[in-house]
């Protein structure tokens, strides 16, 4: 009886205040990196062209956008193949535009992975398999794109002399080395965070912020997932080779499918931009998204992206690209998101009234 209880107390408080207070400040720092783009990339040009409306664009872009999102729902459905689980595709994709809106709304992305291992679970996935599979799909994600960042950043001729690289150049390495070494003690040793961990719930304890029937709880717990973890991290390893394949193969389309958005848009506005140099570029973008501290990478992104396409467009149509490709990329699958959460809501407190 107290998984019920939980489930529903859990509901709507990812709901409330914080919630929304992250997403004013996603607002307004997408406001604040759109100025600055304006203001500074864009010479405080913006003209709307009417070629991004066109029929023959908009079915180029559904088309893309359907890959996206299915891709998406499917490179965690083979990750819980792979660890033994299946659930309704409904609800997996389900999962999809849930993760699109709580991890752009959360610092650093991490609420997005937090609301679907809630969601894992009340399809019945284990807590230790909903974190294991979220992890390992955002794991395949970063071996790609920081396998990638490094090639475009030697070989692409419009990202030499980058100014912004240069000065992000020292900070981006020890974010990395800080974001690899996090995933490498998850993985393989993390049994190694359980003393940092506990000292953590001591020093709550001492500030008499949770009391020690709390502490021990929550030791209890965190061991125990941890021990979870480990073994569904060695039973992915261990799993089909089909379903790994088929994991890492809609991760690279999900990829592939994101990066291509700016190619597409560029395309029917006119521009003769190579391809690959559309796409190492988002690379690299995307790569210091992962790294950004705000809501969604919200301000950064922008900032980013017109730094680097500021020499691929005209200035009256660089903003407007910025704004086409969030829409379609975040903001179009935040709204989806945001209309199945306030679904649940409701029918969550149906069922406690």
């Known amino acids: 009886m107290s998984a019920p ?24 720092l997408t406001g604040l990196g759109l100025w600055l783009v304006y203001a500074s990339f864009a010479q405080q040009s913006l003209s709307f062209d009417e070629r991004l409306i066109q029929p023959q664009t908009l079915a180029a872009l559904a088309a893309l956008l359907a890959v996206y999102f299915l891709a998406d729902g499917l490179r965690l459905y083979f990750t819980l193949r792979t660890l033994g689980h299946s659930i309704p595709l409904p609800a997996l994709f389900k999962l999809v535009f849930i993760n699109l809106f709580f991890s752009n709304v959360t610092p650093l992305a991490t609420g997005g992975g937090f609301a679907q291992i809630w969601y894992l679970q009340k399809q019945g996935v ?16 970063v071996v790609f794109i920081f396998s990638l960042t490094p090639v475009f950043l030697l070989t692409l001729p419009a990202l030499q002399g980058e100014d912004l690289l240069s000065n992000l150049g020292q900070t981006l390495a020890v974010f990395i080395l800080l974001y690899l070494g996090f995933f490498t003690l998850l993985l393989v040793r993390s049994h190694w965070l359980l003393p940092p961990l506990d000292g953590l719930l ?9 009391s020690d029937q709390r502490q021990r709880l929550w030791r209890f717990k965190i061991r125990r997932e941890l021990l979870r973890f480990s073994a569904s991290f060695r039973r992915f390893l261990q799993g089909s080779p089909l379903w790994i394949s088929l994991a890492a193969g809609f991760t690279a389309v999900f990829l592939l499918s994101l ?3 700016p190619a597409l848009l560029i395309y029917f506005l006119g521009y003769s931009v190579d391809y690959l140099t559309s796409l190492g570029l988002l690379v690299v973008t995307t790569f210091i998204m992962y790294f950004a501290p705000t809501p969604g ?25 910025i704004l086409a490709w969030r829409l379609v990329t975040i903001y179009l699958g935040m709204l989806i ?15 406690t009234s």
Not at 15 to 28: A, D, P, Q
Not at 337 to 351: N, T
């Open 5 to 28: 209880r939980e489930s529903s107390s859990l509901t709507p408080a990812v709901s409330g205040r914080r919630l929304l207070v992250f997403s004013l400040i996603f607002i307004g």
């Open 337 to 351: 998101g945001f209309i199945l959460l306030q679904k649940d809501l409701i029918r969550s407190w149906k069922k």
């Open 259 to 261: 990066f291509s958005f």
């Open 297 to 321: 990478a919200a301000g950064i992104s922008e900032g980013v992206f017109g730094s680097f396409f500021r020499e691929l467009l005209g200035s009256n149509h660089l903003l407007l690209v």
């Open 202 to 210: 001591l020093l709550l304890r001492n500030f008499t912020l949770i």
């Open 126 to 141: 284990p807590l230790g398999d909903a974190t294991a599979a979220t992890t390992l799909r955002t794991l395949l994600a």
